[in-house]
Structures are given as C-alpha cells and as structure tokens.
C-alpha cells in the first residue's frame, strides 16, 4: 500500500501544473507548523502539571455553566435539591368563630384570657382579623415573638356582670406532606434548637431516650424513624374520653407510671417527647375544631357548637421537607369513639391519612408551652378560655361553663 501510494504521488507530481504543486507545499508547511505548536503546548502542560481537559472543561463550568446549575459529579452541591417555594392551596375556606360569656358580678375583679389563632400566616391557614364588643375596663392583644402565641386579655370592675362577645375570621386549607418533593428552604436554627430542648412536661433524656431507641432499633432515615415513633404511640396508647379538654399533657407522669395515653395532649406529647430525644425538631400544636370531619364523624363537632372541641396536634421538623404533620391521638380517639378492630380497613386507611395530613377543619392557636400570660399568669399551655377571679380560677375544663363558642363557614 506505501508502494503504490508513493508511486500515485509520484505519477500526480508529473502531470500537474507549477501553481498546483506551490499550493500543495503550502498547505504542507501549515500542518507542520499546527504539529509541532500542540507537540509545545502539551510540553508545557505536562511540566506545569495542570492537565489541559480538565482546565477547559472549569472554564467552561465557570463561563456557561453556573456551578449551582451544573455542578461537578460528586461534590456536595449534587446532592442536595433545589430549594424552592411551596406551591399554595387551590382550595381555601373562610370560617368565622364567635366566642361569648356566660357570667355573673364577682366581688372582685375579674380578668379573662382567650386564646386567638396564630397570627404567623402559614400555608394551611391564615387570621383575618378580630372584632369584639363588651363592658370590660382593661381590653388588648397580646403576642409573643415568633408567632407563638396571640391572646385576648380584658378585665373588668368589681361589681360588673362581664359581658363580651369576640368574633375571629380565619380562612384554612388541608394540609399534606409530599415525600416526593425535598424542596423547601430550612427552619431558623434557634426555632429547631428550641424544639428539641426538654420542658416541664416533656422530657428528652432518661426514659424518654431509651424508649425512643428501643423502637427505631437501626433505622436512620428521619422521616422513618418518626413513622416508626407514630405506630408504637399508636400501638401502645389508650384515649380517654373521660378526660376534660385536651388532657393534662404531662408526658413526664406517663414515663414514671409506664401507662401511656389519655387526650390530644397527652398522646402527642408522647410522640413530640419520643422524637425529640432522638435528635428530631418536635412540637405540639394547640388548637379548636371548627366544622364536621370528612374523614371521620368523632373528628369534627356537629351543628356548628365548638365549645367542648380544643384539640392538640403534633409536627416534626426534617430537613427540605420542613414540618410535617401528624396526629396519632385522632387514631386513638376514632378507635375509641368507633369501636373500630385492628383490622378494619378504616383504621389501616387513617394510620396512613394522620402521618402527614392535617384536615383543617380545625384552627391553630399557637404552639407555646411553660409560659406566662399578660398580668403574670404562668400555665403550661394555652388552649382554652381561662378566668381568674377572687372565688377561684375558671379554665376551659370547668364542668359548669362559662363561656360559649360557636363556628360556621362563610362561603365568599
């Protein structure tokens, strides 16, 4: 093949012309001169120790593609999602609550503290406003930081029949948890310190720990690990209809006397104490039911009378997927209520709905505990109407009543 190649060139140098044979030693004086400035230019790199492909491929990255957009295989940035916006809900519903009292003059003064909806506007559920009317003296909002808590407080005369009547507006919407999308931005770091810490009633250490261990065994994804926690306190819980309001709440008691159960706070104390001992941001959320349950008849009230209807929630906090929503104690509760066997296809349909749905037919009222109200008050929690007076205090659990709370939906 040489052969005959060299003969070709040979042949062809015959029979072509002087201007033909001065183009063809030109363009072979080029190719010589490209060979040998890439013979020198690989020279250099080799000696500079910097490969050329890899340069040019992060000058590249830098110029065209963003390393945010595109970055390299392997580093951390490939691994974490995107963080972006949470969509809001199609479908929101506008209800108003009207909360009144029923008392008599008092040889003293008197002082009122009512609960209100928590002003931080959320993606489930937004305050629009309060109005109210009465005879009170003394009469304020009062917030904590952060959106923790908003309270009505008023006083009136020694002597005086207490009247008021406050009506709130506040407009919800389901809220769900897409274990698909790992995209929301991150909570404030003193907000999830906060809630992992112990507090009066829920412990974090001690029995709390070792039980918390003993029921995630070897799981380590965190989204796992509280499903984990919400089928033992579901397993291992007893609701008690017997109790008043939303219980007492005092987790520590349960751990002593290794009976578990009783109302909302109580059974989602437990699950918020389990999750904060294993390293899990954790909360109670305080609220009211407002309208009937789609979901099941004892989770909602009946004919618009919400005064026997406080309820106490849970929520726990992982990374991208922000807090999630939960509610083992609505579990108990149906199978109490209901009467519903282990195998009821309703019960296996609800311990999937409560791990990650919360149906807003119900109001959040704020998610602070070991607190002190206006003029000085110290409680756990606040969930209920409280009255303080010189016979006696008077709190939402009060068999008797002294106030009435109504709720109806406003179709705008």
């Known amino acids: 093949m040489k052969r005959r190649a060299f003969l070709a060139a040979g042949l062809l140098s015959l029979f072509a012309s002087p201007a033909a044979l001065a183009a063809r030693k ?199 690990q509280a499903k984990a926690i919400f089928d033992w306190v579901v397993d291992n819980t007893e609701y008690d209809p017997s109790l008043p309001g939303v219980g007492s709440g005092d987790v520590r008691r349960q751990l002593e006397q290794q009976r578990f159960g009783g109302r909302s706070a109580d059974i989602n104390g437990l699950f918020v104490t389990l999750c904060r001992a294993i390293g899990i941001p954790a909360r109670r959320v305080f609220g009211h039911r407002i309208e009937q349950s789609r979901i099941s008849p004892s989770l909602g009230i009946s004919q618009g009378d919400a005064t026997r209807a406080p309820h106490c929630r849970a929520e726990f906090y992982v990374p991208g997927y922000s807090w999630i929503p939960v509610d083992p104690s609505d579990v108990r509760r149906t199978i109490a209520k209901e009467g519903l066997d282990h195998r009821d296809p309703k019960l296996v349909a609800l311990r999937k709905i409560l791990f990650g749905v919360w149906e807003m037919n119900w109001m959040a009222y704020n998610v602070a505990e070991d607190l002190v109200l206006p003029g000085g008050k110290s409680v756990h929690f606040f969930t209920l109407p409280l009255l303080e007076r010189q016979e006696g205090t008077l709190n939402g659990l009060d068999p008797d009543g002294f106030y009435r709370i109504s709720s109806r939906q406003i179709i705008a």
């Open 26 to 224: 030109k363009d072979a004086s080029k190719k010589t001169a490209s060979k040998s400035t890439s013979k020198s230019s690989h020279k250099k790199t080799r000696r500079s120790g910097k490969p050329q492909g890899k340069a040019q491929a992060r000058s590249q990255t830098t110029a065209e593609n963003p390393v945010l957009e595109s970055p390299y295989r392997g580093s951390s940035a490939t691994r974490l999602p995107p963080v972006k916006a949470q969509e809001p809900p199609a479908l929101w519903r506008i209800f108003e609550i009207s909360t009144s009292l029923q008392l008599k003059s008092s040889q003293g003064r008197q002082r009122l503290w009512l609960p209100l909806p928590m002003s931080q506007d959320t993606l489930y559920q937004r305050s629009l406003g309060h109005t109210w009317k009465g005879n009170f003296e003394l009469g304020s909002l009062s917030r904590l930081p952060d959106g923790e808590l908003e309270a009505f407080y008023c006083e009136w005369q020694e002597g005086v029949t207490p009247q008021l009547e406050l009506r709130t507006t506040v407009t919800t919407a389901d809220r769900h948890f897409d274990i698909s999308r790992r995209t929301l931005p991150p909570e404030r770091e003193d907000i999830l310190r906060r809630n992992l810490q112990a507090s009066r009633q829920l412990p974090n250490d001690g029995e709390a720990y070792k039980l918390a261990q003993r029921i995630i065994g070897r799981i380590l994804d965190p989204v796992a």
